[in-house]
T-cell receptor, first 115, second 111 residues
Framework: GAVVSQHPSWVICKSGTSVKIECRSL??????MFWYRQFPKQSLMLMAT?????????EQGVEKDKFLINHASLTLSTLTVTSAHPEDSSFYIC???????????FGPGTRLTVT | KQEVTQIPAALSVPEGENLVLNCSFT??????LQWFRQDPGKGLTSLLL?????REQTSGRLNASLDKSSGRSTLYIAASQPGDSATYLC??????????FGEGTQLTVNP
């Protein structure tokens, strides 16, 4: 149980376009989902926390207009990278928190390359 | 602000050796501590979760300990195997289910 999926697993896009990444909890309801980014050989940095039905809370330094997060249901959160630039190329990982223990379950990640 | 440090940054050992990975954190007001494994280009695999009230957790060849008062955790891997080669991440859980990650220890187990 407690499986989280992400789609797509990798994406290449041109500079200036927008890319949407989906995060789904497959076998549980996730009231809270988290989005992280990870640069090569670095650790995960929390970008934002999203609660179902409300606006996401962004970490300091993360542009909310650039990284649009929607958590419309208890099993789906989306991250849209708007007007992507090469510096947005990174590994994006989502996680979902189940009701109960404060444990997060992580998705497999999405590799974004902006050319 | 919570800061998590992992030592060493990289470790190379021969197969069969027992080893210890270290994690320290600056703020002892935590809910839990998790150890993860990450293979290159992949997501995270949760290894062990220790709640703040617990001292240790064990799973197979892995044992994780937590000393909240001193801000330290260790991950002990017994009888290491080449398949254990990966990056091991320590993450501290605080209020709001926030996780703060360390930089990781890159482990290589040589056959």
């Amino acid at each position: 149980g407690a499986v989280v999926s992400q789609h797509p697993s990798w994406v290449i896009c041109k500079s200036g376009t927008s890319v949407k990444i989906e995060c789904r909890s497959l076998d549980f309801q996730a009231t809270t989902m988290f989005w992280y980014r990870q640069f090569p050989k670095q650790s995960l940095m929390l970008m934002a926390t999203s609660n179902e039905g409300s606006k996401a809370t962004y970490e300091q330094g993360v542009e909310k207009d650039k990284f649009l997060i929607n958590h419309a249901s208890l099993t789906l959160s989306t991250l849209t990278v708007t007007s992507a630039h090469p510096e947005d190329s990174s590994f994006y990982i989502c996680s979902a928190r189940n009701v109960g223990p404060h444990e997060q379950y992580f998705g497999p990640g999405t590799r974004l390359t902006v050319t | 602000k919570q800061e998590v440090t992992q030592i060493p940054a990289a470790l190379s050992v021969p197969e069969g050796e027992n080893l210890v990975l270290n994690c320290s954190f600056t703020d002892s007001a935590i809910y839990n501590l998790q150890w993860f494994r990450q293979d290159p280009g992949k997501g995270l695999t949760s290894l062990l979760l220790i709640q703040s009230s617990q001292r240790e957790q064990t799973s197979g060849r892995l044992n994780a300990s937590l000393d909240k008062s001193s801000g330290r955790s260790t991950l002990y891997i017994a009888a290491s195997q080449p398949g254990d080669s990966a990056t091991y991440l320590c993450a501290v859980g605080t209020s709001g289910s926030r996780l703060t990650f360390g930089e990781g220890t890159q482990l290589t187990v040589n056959p």
